[in-house]
C-alpha cells in the first residue's frame, strides 16, 4: 500500500491536482485556503479583496509591528467593506471549487484552521471524502482523523467576525481524539505536544500542540503520527516510542507529498 499525505495546501490547486501520482489514496490534513498569502501579496483572499498593497502592509505590521497595530489595521480593512461575511464567503466557495476539483479519488481529508468545514458538503463529490473525527480502514490499517486547530485555554472564538478559523475548545478536540479508539496511523492538522514539532523557528513562536495526541501517541504507540500546520518547524519529525511523528507540510511551498508504505 502507497499512501501520500500533504498538508497546508494553501491555494495550491496545480500541485495537488499531482499530489497523488503513484498512490492509492490522498490523505489531505488541512489549511486548503490561501487566506493571507505572505509571499505573493495580491494572491489570497486578503489580496483579493484589498489588494496587494494594503495586504503588505499588514504583512509588514505582523512582522514588525505590534500586534495591536495589526489588529487596528485588520480591523480597517474589514470596515472597509459593506458585506465583508459575504465577499469572504464568496471568495472561499471560488478557491474551494478549484481546490476540491483538484483532489483524485480516492482522496481522505480533514479540515484545518484555515477552512471553512461547514461548506465542505457542498464540494465533496464521490470519491473524497470528509473524515474529520473518523476512522478509516487503508491497507488493513485503521487511520483515524482529527481536523482543526486548537483554542488556547480559557478562550473563546468570535462570532462576529467575517471570518472565524476553525479553532476548537481543548474539551471538544480531545473528546474527537478520545472517540477514535486504538489506530495505527493517527492523522490530524496540529501536532503533538512536543516543543521541537510545536515551535516555528520563522515566526519564533510556539503554535499550541495537542496534549491529548501525545498522549494517545504514549500510551497507544501507532505506527506514525502525521499532521502539519507549523510550516517552519524547529524539527521535522521526532521518534516518540515506536510512532513515528511526521510533519508532512509545507505543501503550498514544496509540493511535494509525504510518502507512507506498507
Known sequence: MRVHVVSDVHGNAEALARAADGADALIVLGDLLDFVDYHEHGNGILGRLFGAEKVGRFARLRREGTREEAVRFARSL??????????VEEA????????????????????GNVDAPALWPEFAREGVHVVD????????????????ALLPEGAAPRRDAAWTPYLRSPS???????????????????????P???????????????DALLDVITSAQPRWALFGHV????????????????????????????????
Do not use: K
Open 78 to 87: 474589514w470596515d472597509s467593506l459593506a458585506e465583508p461575511r459575504q465577499a
Open 196 to 210: 521541537e514539532l510545536t515551535y516555528d523557528v520563522v515566526a519564533r513562536r510556539p503554535e499550541i500542540g495537542s
Open 172 to 194: 471538544d478536540f480531545d473528546a474527537d481524539v478520545a472517540r477514535l479508539g486504538t489506530v495505527d496511523v493517527l492523522c490530524s492538522h496540529v501536532p503533538p505536544a512536543i
Open 231 to 262: 510550516h517552519q518547524p524547529l524539527a521535522a519529525r521526532a521518534r516518540a516510542g515506536r510512532t513515528e511523528c511526521r510533519n508532512v507540510g509545507y505543501f503550498r511551498r514544496t509540493g511535494t507529498p509525504y510518502v507512507l508504505r506498507w
Open 133 to 148: 473525527g473518523a476512522v478509516v480502514e487503508l491497507g488493513g490499517l485503521r487511520v483515524g482523523f482529527v481536523g482543526g
Open 92 to 111: 472561499v466557495r471560488e478557491q474551494y471549487e478549484r481546490l476540491f476539483a483538484a483532489m483524485p479519488a480516492p482522496t481522505y481529508a480533514i479540515p
